[in-house]
């Protein structure tokens, strides 16, 4: 099946650049530092869209039409519709996590897809057996076209520095369960196979609880600590200084704000739970993250 869902992400893919942002860089030489946590979508990875599950410049219903005849589902014949039922099926799932008093619901969207197809069903629209594995597939041609992915510039180098420098490599992102499949089909590496350890992927939908939100951000600290690592000594560095930069500085991590591409830059400058916040570096490459840890 992950061969299936490989090509599908291969075929969807192409040559992405980042858009330039009027960032400037701001880099100090980090000491003490022994593990440098990563977001993935608009950090390590480019996303057309800015963040995964939202949408880029193809349209959703066509999308979406595009999508249901890729894993063989019969004509469609209200796209536009079936999008509006994916968002409230969205929606709907949320709110149902925070009825479990999680204030930043994350979804699962395998969950999701099962019951938007059932609503396709309901509403006569298809009439198939309605299989894990179309799940998977609809659930990744779909976000392949709406939010088309590529490698940002410097990510194997850098990468290949800090893991060979000897610091733990880590995640925490709001991601689904197709995040970590980007890795090997446009890097042509795993994450494990560049260093990152698999106890320190946490991605939010295997939590149901999303950034800005601490939790992810608490289940690194925790697991760091069994490490010997303490979180002044972790960097993390992300894109969006609310989801990202406000969260790790609340749990004690140093920052590093990512300000490479347009399309993901957050500042955030209207949120007042940012205002008082200050990355410790702000870098426009990822790397000059080497630079800043004294790497090279």
């Given at each position: 099946?992950?061969?299936?869902?490989?090509?599908?992400?291969?075929?969807?893919?192409?040559?992405?650049?980042?858009?330039?942002?009027?960032?400037?860089?701001?880099?100090?030489?980090?000491?003490?530092?022994?593990?440098?946590?990563?977001?993935?979508?608009?950090?390590?990875?480019?996303?057309?869209?800015?963040?995964?599950?939202?949408?880029?410049?193809?349209?959703?219903?066509?999308?979406?039409?595009?999508?249901?005849?890729?894993?063989?589902?019969?004509?469609?014949?209200?796209?536009?519709?079936?999008?509006?039922?994916?968002?409230?099926?969205?929606?709907?799932?949320?709110?149902?996590?925070?009825?479990?008093?999680?204030?930043?619901?994350?979804?699962?969207?395998?969950?999701?897809?099962?019951?938007?197809?059932?609503?396709?069903?309901?509403?006569?629209?298809?009439?198939?057996?309605?299989?894990?594995?179309?799940?998977?597939?609809?659930?990744?041609?779909?976000?392949?076209?709406?939010?088309?992915?590529?490698?940002?510039?410097g990510l194997k180098?850098?990468?290949?520095?800090?893991?060979?420098?000897?610091?733990?490599?880590?995640?925490?992102?709001?991601?689904?369960?197709f995040t970590p499949?980007?890795?090997?089909?446009?890097?042509?590496?795993?994450?494990?196979e560049f260093g990152?350890?698999?106890?320190?992927?946490?991605?939010?939908?295997?939590?149901?609880?999303?950034?800005?939100?601490?939790?992810?951000?608490?289940?690194?600290?925790?697991?760091?600590?069994?490490?010997?690592?303490?979180?002044?000594?972790?960097?993390?560095?992300?894109?969006?200084?609310?989801?990202?930069?406000?969260?790790?500085?609340?749990?004690?991590?140093?920052?590093?704000?990512?300000?490479?591409?347009?399309?993901?830059?957050?500042?955030?400058?209207?949120?007042?739970?940012?205002?008082?916040?200050?990355?410790?570096?702000?870098?426009?490459?990822?790397?000059?993250?080497?630079?800043?840890?004294?790497?090279?």
């Open positions: 099946m992950t061969d299936i869902l490989s090509e599908i992400i291969s075929e969807l893919s192409g040559p992405l650049d980042p858009m330039a942002t009027e960032a400037e860089s701001s880099l100090v030489e980090l000491t003490g530092i022994k593990a440098v946590l990563f977001d993935i979508y608009g950090t390590l990875i480019i996303s057309g869209s800015g963040d995964v599950g939202a949408h880029a410049e193809t349209l959703p219903a066509e999308a979406l039409l595009a999508a249901l005849q890729a894993v063989g589902l019969p004509e469609f014949p209200e796209p536009e519709r079936g999008v509006v039922i994916l968002h409230e099926t969205i929606s709907a799932h949320q709110e149902m996590h925070r009825l479990d008093e999680i204030q930043y619901p994350e979804i699962d969207i395998l969950s999701v897809w099962q019951d938007v197809l059932n609503r396709y069903c309901e509403e006569g629209w298809i009439d198939v057996v309605l299989t894990p594995e179309i799940r998977r597939q609809l659930a990744v041609e779909y976000e392949c076209r709406v939010n088309p992915v590529w490698p940002m510039p180098e850098t990468l290949a520095g800090i893991s060979e420098a000897g610091y733990e490599l880590g995640i925490i992102s709001n991601a689904q369960f499949l980007l890795f090997p089909v446009l890097c042509r590496a795993t994450l494990e990152f350890r698999p106890d320190l992927q946490i991605y939010s939908y295997r939590y149901l609880r999303a950034k800005p939100g601490q939790f992810l951000y608490q289940q690194a600290a925790d697991m760091l600590k069994t490490l010997g690592i303490s979180p002044e000594e972790t960097l993390y560095i992300g894109n969006d200084m609310l989801k990202d930069i406000w969260p790790a500085s609340q749990i004690g991590f140093k920052t590093a704000l990512f300000a490479g591409d347009a399309r993901s830059l957050r500042w955030r400058n209207d949120d007042d739970r940012v205002k008082e916040v200050r990355p410790d570096l702000v870098v426009t490459d990822l790397r000059q993250l080497l630079t800043a840890l004294g790497i090279g």
